[in-house]
């Protein structure tokens, strides 16, 4: 009698240990799946938006960011594609240009990356930007400019 219950209790515990098991196996594979759609998910969204716009400021043309910051440095993050949206205001008969230039350690003349196509009177264009296109290239800056205000309109960009 005593050894049947002994094998009752052997049963139960086998019984036990496989139901753990097959849970904590149940959990593991839910949870891999879910990682997946997650990082599917921020695959789908790594892009950023970043707007500037050109303004008549005091008889002098500057970029003016989103938050309304003139020439402000364009944080942008590594890896992650970026849309520059790049406005001019209606009525304004200067066309401007964004340059996104590299500038070297040994500070020679930089190397522009991207241009913008012409903005003037309202209009607007976009370009698209990734710095893991460039980051091989060991710039000691990258900045922004206007083609055709490069004094006035200027600013860094920020590789976070």
Request: charged residues 20%; proline residues 2%.
């Given at each position: 009698m005593l050894q049947t219950y002994n094998n009752i209790r052997i049963k139960n515990k086998?019984?036990?240990?496989?139901?753990?098991?097959?849970?904590?196996s149940i959990l593991f594979a839910n949870?891999?799946?879910n990682l997946k759609k997650i990082y599917a998910?921020?695959?789908?969204?790594?892009?950023?938006?970043?707007?500037?716009?050109?303004?008549?400021?005091?008889?002098?043309?500057?970029w003016i960011g989103s938050n309304n910051s003139?020439?402000?440095?364009?944080?942008?993050?590594?890896?992650?594609?970026h849309q520059i949206n790049i406005k001019s205001v209606k009525g304004?008969?200067?066309?401007?240009?964004?340059?996104?230039?590299?500038?070297?350690?040994?500070g020679d003349?930089?190397?522009?990356?991207?241009?913008?196509?012409?903005?003037?009177?309202?209009?607007?264009?976009?370009?698209?930007?990734?710095?893991?296109?460039?980051?091989?290239?060991n710039y000691q800056s990258l900045q922004y400019f206007c083609e055709y205000h490069q004094d006035t309109m200027r600013g860094k960009v920020q590789i976070n």
């Amino acid at each position: 009698m005593l050894q049947t219950y002994n094998n009752i209790r052997i049963k139960n515990k086998i019984t036990i240990l496989i139901i753990v098991v097959a849970t904590i196996s149940i959990l593991f594979a839910n949870m891999e799946s879910n990682l997946k759609k997650i990082y599917a998910q921020e695959e789908v969204s790594s892009s950023s938006s970043i707007e500037v716009t050109a303004k008549l400021v005091d008889n002098e043309y500057r970029w003016i960011g989103s938050n309304n910051s003139t020439n402000p440095t364009l944080n942008i993050t590594s890896g992650v594609d970026h849309q520059i949206n790049i406005k001019s205001v209606k009525g304004d008969p200067e066309e401007h240009e964004l340059i996104i230039e590299g500038t070297s350690a040994s500070g020679d003349e930089g190397e522009e990356l991207i241009a913008s196509d012409h903005v003037k009177d309202g209009s607007s264009t976009t370009i698209n930007f990734n710095p893991s296109d460039v980051e091989n290239n060991n710039y000691q800056s990258l900045q922004y400019f206007c083609e055709y205000h490069q004094d006035t309109m200027r600013g860094k960009v920020q590789i976070n």
